[in-house]
């Protein structure tokens, strides 16, 4: 489990642990728990990873820096399972631990510096983490140990391990004027983020400032200057950690790696410069030739998931355009999101490469996924591994993507393939559903301009549009005809007054039910506003058609209205139009409709 499931940090580790997972006949899978396009695990914080995703697969967990709480591996522990974390000492929660020994790498990068007449030096970390407090412990032990007193003015915190933080150190070492000769870094990228800021600003290193990193990253050989560097093996960090799962120990175990300090020239020794030979030089352009194929890649993905609409996402159609092997994505049914508690059900939705036989459509709990067919097709001796990692954005969590790949180890943490997939296919869903959402409330506008709110009749508008196209028929076809109905309720504003505007909406809602029940498809069923409604009779099948709809009409307003649990009574008066040769203007047989209607009504008075 590690917060991103690649790179030259954590990629390195899993690579460690796979190579030895191969020799002892083991398999590994890697979780990311951060969410996929984080910009660093130092700025994202830790994880509210809960989930027991795979648990029923696994023999044990292996949890990287900053993966989860402790609380989680308790879980993990409770339902059986032996957990060992890698940099930080959790035997207090029952877990064996794999620990780089930061002191002595540090103490001795600190007494090389001082061999080289440096009194004045500094240290610079992000101090909120249990490894880097490890190394500045290191720091003072070794100034310490040759009489020299830690300057608590030569402390600088970074706020992350990356360039910026080293940035920030270089700023304020500028601002003081330069009060340190020398100055050990918490990581490499740190350091080099100090150098080049320096180096922009006019300060030469090492003959202004000697500077030291921690890590020994591949970028550290090739520099300029060359960095120096504490060197912790990754790999060996690794292995030990699986070790330490095979053993699956009583008792937990800390167990320490060494750290080796590797002088370059940052730190004033003159290295003669780069070893060049065949075998090196072929591997470099090796790598150099698949970073350039993981960049090509991502920009394949960011134009097929967010730029393209040919394919569907959720089919991972768009894997082909990546080195995996086989791929699974399950999201949570119907689309609700369970309490990050528990072991919730997902729903397989799409595969890529048949996903190892598995079915669209099949829920299983999150502890099995992913299908257990996937692993049978990560070829470990070639660098393969299944990934899982959360499909999820900072406004929808959809579930998870689980694939079968390459372990990539030299890229920066969170530049991997799996991030930016389960990124890229999280923005790419988010968009889908915003567009759906968009499309939706378009039509619910559309169709609020064109209703009436109450009965949802089409209004005045959507009436108009549909007698001028009972108009354009009349004209095309000879013979066409279409009749007009104007409806009054008669007694209506007695229901309003004896019992309230809202049993008069209900009373107008059902009398609405019951015309709709009358007519037919190609008839329409207007409201006008008030008690008045509007029926068009868009083909008279015969001659009178229109005065037997009438009829049927005022038949079934007839008929008492349950309103409330009150029996209700009212009638209806109609003016009918109706269109004749070389007559079908609209609004002329609306005008005679209407005057009808009101004859209609003071007949309905007199009696």
């Known amino acids: 489990m590690s917060p991103f499931v690649g790179g030259d940090y954590y990629g390195a580790i899993i690579a460690g642990a796979n190579d030895a997972a191969v020799a002892g006949g083991d398999r590994i899978m890697a979780i990311q728990t951060l969410d996929p396009g984080a910009h660093s695990a130092d700025r994202a914080g830790l994880p509210d990873f809960r989930r027991p995703v795979s648990w029923r697969h696994l023999a044990g967990l292996i949890v990287l820096p900053g993966a989860v709480h402790t609380d989680y591996a308790r879980g993990a522990r409770a339902a059986g399972l032996p957990v060992v974390f890698v940099g930080h000492d959790a035997t207090d929660a029952g877990c064996s631990a794999v620990l780089a020994d930061n002191r002595s790498g540090v103490r001795e990068a600190v007494a090389h510096l001082i061999g080289h007449g440096h009194e004045w030096i500094g240290f610079g970390g992000h101090l909120a983490h249990f490894d880097l407090r490890e190394r500045h412990e290191g720091y003072r032990e070794g100034l310490l140990a040759h009489g020299i007193v830690p300057r608590p003015e030569l402390l600088f915190e970074t706020g992350d391990n990356h360039e910026s933080g080293g940035e920030a150190v270089a700023d304020a070492l500028i601002r003081g004027g330069m009060p340190a000769t020398a100055v050990v870094l918490g990581t490499d990228r740190n350091a080099i983020g100090l150098v080049q800021r320096l180096r922009a600003a006019g300060y030469a290193v090492p003959g ?131 309490e990050p508690a528990g072991d919730p059900r997902l729903e397989i939705v799409g595969t890529y490469q048949g996903g190892a036989a598995a079915e669209p459509g099949r829920e299983m709990p999150i502890s099995e996924f992913p299908p257990s067919g996937l692993f049978e097709l990560a070829d470990g001796a070639a660098g393969n591994a299944v990934f899982v990692v959360p499909v999820r954005s900072s406004t929808n969590d959809w579930g998870l993507l689980a694939a079968v790949g390459r372990i990539q180890a030299t890229t920066p943490p969170g530049r991997e393939l799996m991030n930016q997939s389960g990124a890229l296919l999280a923005a790419a869903l988010d968009r889908q559903a915003m567009v759906a959402s968009l499309r939706d409330k378009e039509e619910s506008l559309r169709s609020a301009a064109l209703h009436d709110h109450l009965t949802g009749l089409p209004n005045r508008v959507l009436l108009e549009d549909r007698l001028d196209q009972a108009q354009l028929r009349a004209t095309r076809q000879p013979g066409h005809r279409f009749a007009i109905l104007l409806l009054d309720l008669d007694g209506f504003k007695a229901v309003n007054d004896s019992l309230g505007h809202a049993a008069g909406d209900q009373l107008l809602i059902e009398v609405a039910r019951r015309l709709l029940g009358l007519l037919r498809k190609s008839d329409t069923v207007a409201r006008l506003g008030g008690d008045e409604f509007v029926v068009l009779l868009d083909g008279i099948a015969s001659p009178g058609w229109q005065n037997i709809v009438c009829e049927a009409i005022t038949s079934s307003i007839a008929e008492p209205f349950e309103i409330d649990g009150r029996s209700v009574e009212v009638g209806v008066s109609i003016g009918v139009a109706v269109s004749a040769e070389g007559v079908s203007d609209p609004d002329h047989l609306l005008r005679e409709a209407d005057a009808a209607m009101y004859k209609a009504k003071e007949l309905t008075k007199r009696r």
């Not at 690794?238 to 060494?258: C, F, I, K, M, N």
């Open 208 to 338: 202004e400032l000697a500077v030291v990193g921690f890590d020994d990253i591949a970028d550290a050989t090739f520099l300029r200057p060359s960095l120096s560097s504490v060197r912790q093996p990754l790999d060996r960090i690794g292995a030990t950690a699986y070790e330490l799962v095979r053993e699956s120990r009583a008792e937990p175990e800390a167990r320490h790696v060494p750290t080796i300090f590797l002088p370059r020239d940052s730190c004033g020794c003159a290295t003669g410069g780069l070893a060049v030979n065949d075998e090196q030089t072929r591997r470099l352009f090796a790598q150099v030739q698949y970073l350039q194929t993981t960049l090509n890649t991502q920009h394949e993905l960011g134009i097929e998931l967010l730029g393209s609409r040919e394919h569907e996402p959720r089919t991972l159609a768009w894997l082909g355009d990546t080195p995996a092997v086989a791929g699974v994505l399950a999201m949570w049914p119907l689309g609700v999101v369970p």
